[in-house]
């Protein structure tokens, strides 16, 4: 079993930044991908970002160049660095682990909300 607990929401203003984290704990050795989604009100859940266990990464094109995963694997912590934040990002952003035998792990989520 893995866990998934996430931080760092809130409130910010747009054009502002934030740093959301997601640290693992339980099986994390078996974890190899991990990522980011977002689910706004009235929309399906969406992947934001993902990174390996080798450090590629992926983001979506609506937050390429704004959004940035990241991986500490002493810390078994991902992060996502938001910046230039719009209205539009507003959502719950979930955490998701992959292990290498494709079984996979939500986070409870938590809220971002970007004022404009």
């Known amino acids: 079993q893995v866990q998934l607990v996430e931080s760092g929401g809130g409130l910010v203003q747009a054009g502002g930044s934030m740093r959301l984290s997601c640290a693992a704990s339980g099986s994390i050795v078996s974890i190899n991908i991990m990522a980011w989604y977002r689910q706004a009100p009235g929309k399906q859940r969406e992947l934001v970002a993902s990174i390996t266990g080798g450090g590629s990464t992926y983001h979506a094109d609506s937050v390429k160049g704004r959004f940035t995963i990241s991986r500490d694997s002493a810390k078994n912590t991902v992060y996502l660095q938001m910046s230039s934040l719009k209205p539009e990002d507003t959502a719950v952003y979930y955490c998701?682990?992959?292990?290498?035998?494709?079984?996979?792990?939500w986070g409870q989520g938590t809220q971002v909300t970007v004022s404009s």
């Open positions: 998701r682990a992959f292990r290498q035998d494709a079984v996979n792990y």
